[in-house]
């Protein structure tokens, strides 16, 4: 699901663009579908559309550089006129909580966050401008994803491994059983993996679950005391794509929630684009060209 970088003049030459004209200038960029009123809409009409919802996804693909423009650009507004909107990140693990919460007041160095949190290589070009939106705004970051370590045991052990951990490793992850029974989530699982006849040991989509667990847990966690915010959660769009992985374990944790859910990625029909074939991904798809 990779998609091919977007060249690094292109990413500077629309990073002078956005913030100045509400995208005005670089309309072509992209494209909203709203797939219940089946149009296209601007990124405020977005904004306007996720009144009343609890949760807002933003299902991304990681290299994608017009997905980062945009969920600055969101975030921001969101924060215009939610006021207080609760950043989630599956790019932080779980353990790496207090060293987040200890950059956002003032307490570390941005280079002791990458290093002491292991921010991901593309932080500080995808991620760092959000979370420099929260700091300054005094809003809260969650470090949603599960330690790769313990995904690593689930990859190879089973997810029965993770009961003899010690309760002080435990804490980092959701309450067992993690709930794995969802076969169109599997499928599509199986499909990218290129498992076409089954093969594929199951401890590795228990493993994916795992991810989708912790962090649909830690936006539960957040949420139930918290239940006046927006959470804006940002993960690769695999997650929540359909409606599967993240935001269905997260509609287990509390039927009632309100949850929508954005999908971004580049498209070879960006000028006259299928929206049929992409109006099941997501409450909203955003298209880029490729």
Known sequence: ?????????????????????????????????????????S????????????????????????????????????????????????????????????????????????NDARA??????AYSPLVETAKQRKQVVIAANAPRRYVNIVSRNGLSALKKLPKSSRRYL??????????PYEKR???????????????????????????????????RKNKKDLVFHLNGRFHTDYRHGTVAQLQRQKKKLKIKNISCFPVDDFDQPNWKAYSDIGDFVIISRR
């Open 120 to 125: 991901w290589s593309n932080y500080p070009k």
């Open 43 to 114: 990124l405020e009409q977005l904004v306007s559309e996720v009144d009343q919802t609890d949760v807002l996804f933003f299902g991304e693909e990681h290299n994608d550089s017009i997905a980062h423009l945009l969920q600055d650009k969101l975030y921001t507004l969101l924060l215009d006129r939610y006021k207080t909107v609760a950043l989630s990140l599956e790019m932080f693990e779980t353990d790496c909580q207090q060293v987040l919460d200890e950059y956002l007041q003032g307490h570390i160095t941005e280079s002791k966050l990458t």
């Open 1 to 41: 699901m990779m998609k091919q970088l977007i060249p690094a003049f292109t990413f500077g030459l629309l990073a002078l663009l956005l913030p100045l004209s509400g995208f005005a200038q670089a309309d072509e960029a992209f494209k909203i579908y709203d797939t219940r009123t089946q149009k296209t809409i």
């Open 189 to 223: 699982f199986r499909e990218i993996m290129g498992d076409t006849g089954h093969n594929l040991d199951i401890n590795f989509f228990h493993a994916q679950c795992t991810w989708d667990a912790t962090m649909a847990y830690r936006i539960y966690r957040h949420w």
């Open 174 to 183: 959701p309450p067992m059983p993690i709930f794995t029974a969802d076969a």
